[in-house]
C-alpha cells in the first residue's frame, strides 16, 4: 500500500478555504430562495406570479396638515418676540 503524499502547504491552503467558506456560511444565514416542483424559484408570495416580494405595496405617508403647521410656527414667533419685531434694515 502507498499512501498519497500530500503538499503540507497545499493541504493547509485547502483547509484554509473550506474553513472561509464555512464560516461565510454561518455569518451571512442566508435563507434559500423556495423552489417549485421542477426546480426552478418560486415566489415568496403565498400567491403565486409575482417576485417582488411585496415591494410593490403601496407606502403609506402622513402629510402634515399645513394649517397645523402654520399655527404652530406663528405660535413659536410669537412665544420668542420674533413676530413683533418689525422690519430691520
Known sequence: MTRRQVDPITASLAAKQQH???LAA???GRARQPRDRLGRFASFDPEPGGFDGGARRPLV???PDPVR???Q???ELLRTRQADAGPRF
Do not use: S
Request: net charge neutral; proline share 0%.
Open 20 to 22: 472561509k467558506r464555512e
Open 26 to 28: 454561518l455569518l451571512t
Open 61 to 63: 405617508i402622513e402629510q
Open 69 to 71: 403647521a402654520h399655527n
Open 73 to 75: 410656527l406663528l405660535l
